[in-house]
């Protein structure tokens, strides 16, 4: 994980109005999509394409647009740094979790069965 600390920074009027028209004009596309139900399919889907690309870039070049692309390439870069197990390992976790599961069914079985021996056989005798 990552060491270094960085404060937020604040958000700028201007960031957030760039990012609010991205997601309009993105919202258009699909609304007009829809409502163009009349018209050609490649009509349609070049509308729906072209608003969500202008979308996709003018909320890419505001405050937030960048801050997500910030956040994107940290994480991937975090994703590299894993440590994925070995197929060995996947296969002894998996079988392990499987006994696990069959002992708790079995267990949660045995205790149904005695709930059900005490309330219907012994509290309903005793009615």
């Known amino acids: ?4 600390k960085t404060a937020p920074a604040p958000e700028s009027k201007g960031g957030i109005v760039l990012m609010t028209i991205a997601v309009l004009i993105a919202l258009s596309g699909v609304f007009a999509f829809a409502l163009l139900a009349e018209q ?7 509308i729906l394409v072209g608003c969500l690309a202008v979308g996709v870039v003018i909320g890419w070049f505001s405050a937030p647009g960048k801050e ?7 994480s991937y870069e975090e994703l590299r740094r894993v440590v994925w197990p070995t197929r060995k390992e996947t296969i ?5 979790v499987c006994a696990f599961v069959v002992v708790v069914a079995f267990f949660l079985f045995v205790v149904d069965k005695l709930i059900e021996f005490l309330l219907y056989d012994v509290l309903l005798s005793l009615i």
């Open 1 to 4: 994980m990552s060491t270094q």
């Open 40 to 46: 050609p399919t490649a009509v349609r889907a070049g």
């Open 68 to 74: 997500f692309a910030a956040y994107y390439r940290a």
């Open 92 to 96: 002894n976790t998996t079988g392990l």
